[in-house]
């Protein structure tokens, strides 16, 4: 059987000590009380930690930092970390990078594809390939080899465009992650009319209130 016993030790009052309490003020000696733990009869006295004190100990601090480079190291990741929109913005993420790596994948093979055609016909202008996708003059090859690398191309960027942003929206909500927006914000307009000695005036006054 455990039992827990706290013992607290009181303030030391000298020997002797005048009793007008107004010339003596006793010295706090007040020290953190060990527990005094038993065990099968057996006592052992624990310290007890004074540094963690309640008032130290707060919530989390969000870092942007940590967003941050939780977005390099795993795309998403950031968002989940600061918790807002999270549900909705990392679907985004892995269903536009898997858009894009399918797209890019697909026109890479089809400009290798011809390329490999457009070589052959130049080549051997005069002999068939022997599949209607690729029995075509040089000039639409080329054309259509042009067109498919311009398309891989745009998706290697667009696989580059939304790591950078995923990055940059999971720093930039890191940042605003304590930033509090009361709902009771208020901007009051309405006219004004002054009168101050010889000296009228009239204008417009804007009030905004923030809590």
């Not at 130290?56 to 807002?84: D, F």
Request: proline residues 7%; glycine residues 6%.
């Amino acid at each position: 059987m455990w039992s827990v016993q706290l013992v607290a030790q009181q303030p030391e009052k000298p020997v002797n000590a005048p009793t007008d309490t107004a010339s003596y003020r006793t010295k706090d000696t007040t020290t953190t009380a060990p527990a005094i733990i038993t065990v099968d009869d057996n006592t052992k006295i624990v310290p007890v930690d004074s540094s963690a004190s309640p008032d130290k100990i707060g919530p989390r601090k969000h870092s942007p930092k940590t967003a941050t480079l939780l977005s390099l190291c795993l795309p998403g990741a950031g968002q989940v970390y600061n918790r807002k929109n999270w549900w909705w913005k990392v679907p985004v993420i892995y269903g536009g990078g898997a858009a894009l790596v399918y797209g890019a994948t697909f026109y890479s093979k089809n400009y290798k594809d011809f390329s490999d055609a457009y070589r052959q016909k130049v080549l051997y202008p005069d002999e068939l390939i022997g599949n209607p996708r690729f029995d075509r003059d040089v000039a639409t090859l080329r054309s259509i080899r042009d067109s498919y690398r311009e398309a891989r191309d745009q998706c290697y960027i667009g696989l580059g465009v939304l790591y950078a942003l995923q990055i940059v929206d999971a720093a930039v909500e890191a940042h605003f992650f304590d930033f509090n927006v009361s709902e009771d914000l208020s901007l009051n307009i309405q006219p004004q009319f002054v009168m101050n000695g010889p000296m009228n005036y009239s204008g417009v006054l804007l009030t905004l209130k923030l809590k």
